[in-house]
């Protein structure tokens, strides 16, 4: 508290995020990081950047890195924005189309970073509670509203929705329809083809997870050139440079090594099967997940306690004490070796009393 | 123009910065970049990080760098915030303590996005002009406001305020004044210490000018506990990593160096004063500049017409089309043959008719 800050600050409710210790000692399951290292491509380019060349500004528009994201996907330079992570690209994304007179709505279980943004852009919103099953009911999305947005695959639900129901959404939908696809490479399919149909549909990736880059911070919007141009509008009144020269040239290496992607992709969602399967059998009901984690709450142990006594030997899940899933935890998918390391703690912890 | 714009993004006039040509064709003289390379340990550092670790988020609290600049600048840890390059730092600090019922205040000729952040914060805001010779007269801010903005050295002007008028301004004002250093290596005093006397005050600081990092995007603020956790409360409801695991390091490095910081420094403020004098007997009025960059008007020739020219030419330099100086030509020192280069162009252009 201070005299000093705005009205605004005091009223902040900030974000917390999963816990990042810096002496590497854990099985580190809990921010759904990816478990492989960034494409070998990557590391070379990185390594063979002249580094005096850091001296100057980045490129403001990151041109080559969007020409890149534009190519992949099908789409135009200009139907691209970069951010500084996704969690950036949300939140100008926030102050670029929700601030309306009607309420924003999401779901009443996604990212606990959207109130958030609703507490620092002043946006009114409405959560739709989803289903018993944690699916999410598209039509219940169908009323008066300043714009929509859901994770897909949802989060910490893991749970994906079909496309189907996300082009129902935008059909009917006179705002802006964001879909928050961080979770999309592991499995779903993603909406930016969408983006050519629907003029209000804006798609958000990152790099953070399918690409493992978390630590360079990079995310992107795909959606109509004037959803990119309201976005650019406001990144131009913030920070004319938000993604530094490394990180663009870095990212550019990322996409270019499509069959690393892949690869890593497959084998995470081969590990998450595995261990859906492992911890089912040791009483876990697991969440279909179409992401790089999993949902699961336990037939007879508190899921408080598991996360508790899995950091006591060495294994950091994410717990959220939060109606309607404290009894759940959300475990990254590590690699293999990880997997089977957080199994056989889990195992011997249930096997107590 | 779009349907779907909130009426804050119809209204934004957002920032232009300079011109980043990236065929790197030009002697750049327009960005107020540093000359010489970063720190050989900060290139060492880069070099030598593990990429593997990249598929992990950085420190959200960024504690290791921060640590190095409160050892620094004797402080503690808590007196010291950083972001993504210090426009980042600038926009959290609007945020956080500028929307006031009272206007900001800052001088009419200043860095031109401070008005661009009170159209992004809906702060209203009122410029004091600055005297006939460029130099702030300190009485002037002596007046209700909802807080103070001043750059030291100002920009686009070089010109430095002695600390003693800073003093005098944090004692009479009851609300946030903010310094902003982004210049004060190259001659300039900073008022860091003052921090410790006026918990008022926070003065903001870049790695982009004195040490060579621009394109790795890193700026801090310093000031009492209580205005930096005010912006830690803004910057963990936008963004909870904002500084990139590689640029979180390679800071640390560049602290390090003491030594390098202080050669590169030196040897600018040595090539500013040579380049003043060519350039006065050029028939340049030179403004007295502690900054990397100086300001200079011709007694003949337009502002406009010398930019031009000097760009067809190859040399780039900064032209603001604004009242009272678009006469001035706002010349980033580079190196000494930099400038030779400028100057002996400038010879050229001003031989001719």
């Not at 950036?88 to 606990?112: G, N, T």
């Amino acid at each position: 508290m201070s005299q000093y800050w705005t009205d605004l600050v005091h009223k902040l409710d900030p974000y917390i995020p999963g816990e990042q210790p810096q002496d590497q000692q854990y099985v580190k399951l809990n921010t759904n990081e990816n478990p492989y290292p960034p494409s070998p491509k990557v590391t070379a380019t990185i390594d063979n950047y002249n580094k005096d060349h850091l001296k100057l500004y980045p490129d403001p528009e990151s041109t080559q890195l969007r020409q890149a994201l534009a190519q992949r996907f099908g789409v135009q330079q200009d139907n691209v924005f970069v951010g500084n992570g996704s969690d950036e690209v949300l939140a100008h994304s926030f102050q670029a189309f929700f601030k309306q007179s009607k309420p924003l709505v999401f779901p009443d279980l996604s990212y606990s970073f959207y109130p958030v943004y609703c507490g620092l852009y002043e946006i009114e919103s409405k959560t739709i509670p989803i289903n018993e099953d944690f699916s999410i009911n598209i039509n219940d999305f169908d009323i008066d509203n300043g714009g929509i947005i859901i994770p897909n695959p949802n989060a910490p639900t893991s749970m994906l929705m079909p496309l189907a129901d996300i082009e129902q959404l935008c059909k009917n939908n006179s705002s802006v329809v964001i879909i928050d696809e961080a979770y999309i490479d592991f499995g779903g399919e993603s909406a930016i083809p969408l983006t050519r149909k629907y003029d209000n549909l804006l798609v958000i990736q990152t790099f953070s997870k399918s690409r493992s880059l978390a630590g360079l911070r990079l995310g992107y919007a795909i959606g109509h050139k004037d959803l990119i141009e309201g976005l650019n509008r406001v990144k131009d009144s913030f920070n004319s440079y938000p993604i530094d020269s490394l990180a663009q040239t870095a990212a550019v290496s990322s996409i270019e090594d499509d069959s690393y992607f892949q690869q890593t992709c497959q084998k995470i969602v081969q590990t998450r099967e595995q261990a859906s399967e492992q911890l089912t059998r040791l009483g876990f009901k697991v969440l279909p997940s179409a992401a790089n984690f999993i949902f699961a709450c336990h037939e007879s142990r508190s899921a408080q306690e598991l996360y508790s006594e899995l950091k006591k030997a060495g294994v950091l899940v994410r717990y959220f004490n939060k109606p309607r899933i404290d009894n759940y935890l959300r475990i990254t998918i590590g690699t293999e070796q990880e997997m089977q390391k957080l199994i056989a703690t889990l195992s011997k912890i249930l096997q107590q009393n």
